[in-house]
C-alpha cells in the first residue's frame, strides 16, 4: 500500500469485455500520482487473456513498480477495502459484468470486488459502474436504475461521435477520461474531448 498519505482509488475488473478501459484507468491513475487498489475476477482475468497483449500478471508486475499500486485477490475479504472504516476515495468497475451489477444492486458482497463497492454506496462514496454489454434486457435496467438511485453513476461506454475517433484507442481514451472525471479525480475532460457546438451554429 501506497504510504503517501492520500486515499486510494478502488478499481474492481469483472469478467466483462473491455479490459483495456480497466488498464487505461488504472494508468492513468498512477501517471497522476494516485494510490491505486485494485481487485479482479477469475472472469476479468480469462477475459484479460483475450484480449490484451500483456498477462494479467506482467501489468500487475508492472503497475507494483510504481510504489502506488495494491493488488488483492478477489477472495481476500480481510483486506482493508472490505471495511467502511479504511479511506478510500472513489471506486469504479471497469468493465462491469451484468452479474456484478446485479450482486451490487441486492447487496450480495460474496467476493472482495462486490464487497468494496457495497462499502462505497453506504459509505456515500463516489462508485462508477462502467457496463458492458448489449442490448440490455429489463433486469439489467431494473439493476442500473436501482444502482442509479443508490447515488452511483453508470457510465456505458459510449463512443463520442462527435470527435470523430480514428480507433479504437481514441475510444478508450475518452471512455478513461470520463471515468476519471465521474470518480472526481479530474475537474473537467482535456479540451480536445470536449464538445464545442455544432460548426453550423448560427447558420
Known amino acids: 500500500m501506497s504510504d503517501n498519505g492520500a486515499s486510494p482509488v478502488v478499481v474492481g475488473i469483472s469478467g466483462a469485455s473491455g479490459s483495456v478501459m480497466a488498464r487505461g484507468v488504472i494508468e492513468r491513475l498512477l501517471e497522476m500520482g494516485r494510490p491505486v487498489v485494485a481487485t479482479a475476477s477469475p472472469a476479468a482475468r480469462m477475459v484479460?487473456?483475450?484480449e490484451m497483449d500483456?498477462?494479467?500478471g506482467d501489468a500487475l508486475e508492472r503497475?507494483?513498480?510504481s510504489g502506488l499500486f495494491t493488488h488483492y485477490a478477489i477472495g481476500d475479504m480481510t483486506a482493508p477495502i472490505a471495511s467502511g472504516t479504511f479511506s478510500v476515495a472513489s471506486m469504479?468497475?471497469?468493465p462491469c459484468s451484468m452479474a456484478t451489477i446485479a450482486a451490487i444492486a441486492v447487496g450480495l458482497s460474496d467476493n472482495l470486488l462486490r464487497r468494496a463497492a457495497d462499502v462505497c454506496i453506504k459509505e456515500?462514496?463516489?462508485l462508477v459502474l462502467v457496463p458492458r454489454d448489449t442490448p440490455l434486457n429489463a433486469i439489467h435496467l431494473e439493476n442500473m436504475a436501482n444502482l442509479s438511485r443508490l447515488g452511483a453513476t453508470i457510465l456505458p461506454p459510449?463512443?463520442?461521435f462527435y470527435l470523430k475517433p480514428q480507433s479504437v484507442s481514441d475510444i478508450v481514451d475518452?471512455?478513461?477520461e470520463r471515468t476519471l472525471y465521474a470518480l472526481g479525480e479530474t475537474e473537467a475532460l482535456p479540451d480536445a474531448m470536449r464538445y464545442k457546438g455544432s460548426h453550423d451554429a448560427g447558420s
Open 48 to 50: 484479460w487473456r483475450d
Open 54 to 56: 500483456e498477462s494479467f
Open 63 to 65: 503497475w507494483g513498480d
Open 92 to 94: 469504479a468497475v471497469v
Open 124 to 126: 456515500r462514496r463516489r
Open 158 to 160: 459510449a463512443p463520442a
Open 174 to 176: 475518452f471512455m478513461v
